[in-house]
Structures are given as C-alpha cells and as structure tokens.
C-alpha cells in the first residue's frame, strides 16, 4: 500500500543535543509538509518543500532545519532541541496537480520527548 | 485568508447517538474542506472531503458532512455513534493553488459515555 512513514516513531533526546526526524513516502507525491503539534493543539506548519523548493513558515524558528534529497525522503534536524520543543511531529505529502482539491496524507508522527 | 472555527473543544454523547461536530469556514476563494481524525499518539486519517462536487459528503465509518455555503459550515455527523469513534476531530480548508496548504481548526475532543 502506498503510504507516508516516519521513523522512529518514539524520540528521545537531550536538551541541545541535536536530533534528526526522518520521513519517507511510495506516493510519488510533489510536496512534503512537516507540522509540530502539541498536547491538545492543531497540527502547526513548519515547512513544506514544493518538489524541491523549500518553503518555511514565518513563524518556524531558525533551530528547525529541513532537507528533502530526493523526491521519497524528507528529513527534520532540530539542531538545538529546548524542552519547548517537545512535540509529536507529523509528515505530509500532497499533489497538487492530481485534483484532491488539497487533501494531504500524514504519516503516524514521531513523538520527541527532550529531557 | 481563510480560517476555521470549530465549536466546542470537547462534545460528549452516548453510545448510539447523534454526533454532531461543527466547523463554520471563511475562504476569499472557492473552498476545498477536509474533516481529520486523530486517535492517541498516531498521524490524521481523512475522514472525508469537499472539493465542490455534491455538497453532501459520505466518508469513512459512517460519517458525512454537508456543505453549506449561505452558512458557511461543514458540520460532521453521524447517526449512531460507537465507542471507537472517541478521538479528536479537525476541521480544515484550503484554498488551492501552489502547495495546497490546509488551515485547521482548533480541533474537537469526542468522547463517547458507554
């Protein structure tokens, strides 16, 4: 079946020590997306790479980095994680020109505890 | 700019009620609405979508929603609720083009009183 993973799906790290969250997809998909969201919030944007096009969210703040080096995989590194930083992490993927009107697909999340 | 309001964080019903989940939208262009579930500790999983083909939506497990553009809404229902449709609910719009990106609402608890 097509689908989006993440791995792993339980983080844990220590404060300031740098993490990398990784995602991969089968669907082929133009855009991948990556949402923080906290205990009993919406998912939050934090960037989305458009093929290769990296695209951050204003509001992203600069400990949160991207790389997306082929269309399967996406990668999240937190260079410095803070205690404010633990989150599930959630990936998406999308495409645009396929008519789905914007419907994105999420993979299961990766939980980042900080400690 | 387009927004999303759902009323009510949590909804509680019993088992075999109505479920009712509000979500009113506003959009400057022709809106694209999503309704995700999210159970504990996994991703969102589509429940269903209106992407301006018929304004009543069937979904997965029974739910559908219609679209109300006098009303701005999208309310989520389903006849009967069950115990393992307990979870949170997001209600969310895009507005097309580019990238697609979706604003959610602030999403709904739903618990289920056996």
């Known amino acids: 079946d097509a689908m989006v993973i993440q791995n792993p799906r339980y983080q844990v790290t220590q404060f300031g020590k740098p993490v990398t969250l990784s995602c991969s997809q089968t669907?082929?998909?133009?855009?991948m997306y990556w949402y923080q969201q906290k205990s009993s919030q919406a998912p939050k944007l934090l960037f989305h790479?458009?093929?290769?096009?990296?695209?951050n969210e204003a509001d992203t703040p600069d400990n949160f980095q991207s790389r997306r080096p082929n269309t399967s995989f996406c990668f999240l590194d937190i260079r410095s994680p803070g205690l404010g930083d633990a989150a599930m992490y959630l990936c998406?993927?999308?495409?645009?020109?396929?008519?789905?009107?914007?419907?994105?697909?999420f993979g299961p999340g990766t939980r980042l505890t900080v400690l | 700019a387009q927004s999303v309001t759902q009323l009510g964080s949590h909804v509680s019903v019993s088992e075999g009620a109505l479920v009712l989940l509000r979500c009113n939208y506003s959009?400057?262009?022709?809106?694209?609405l999503f309704w995700y579930v999210q159970y504990p500790n996994q991703g969102l999983q589509l429940l269903l979508k209106?992407?301006?083909?018929?304004?009543l939506v069937k979904g997965i497990n029974g739910f559908e929603a219609e679209f109300k553009k006098s009303e701005t809404s999208f309310h989520l229902t389903k006849p009967s609720a069950h115990m393992s449709d307990a979870a949170e609910y997001f209600c969310?719009?895009?507005?097309?083009?580019?990238?697609?990106?979706?604003?959610f609402g602030q999403g709904t608890r739903l618990t289920i009183n056996p």
């Open positions: 998406a993927t999308s495409n645009p020109s396929g008519g789905g009107g914007g419907e994105q697909f």
């Open positions: 669907l082929n998909h133009n855009v």
């Open positions: 790479y458009y093929d290769k096009d990296f695209n």
């Open positions: 959009s400057s262009v022709p809106p694209y």
């Open positions: 209106y992407t301006s083909a018929a304004t």
């Open positions: 969310a719009v895009s507005g097309g083009g580019g990238a697609q990106k979706l604003v």
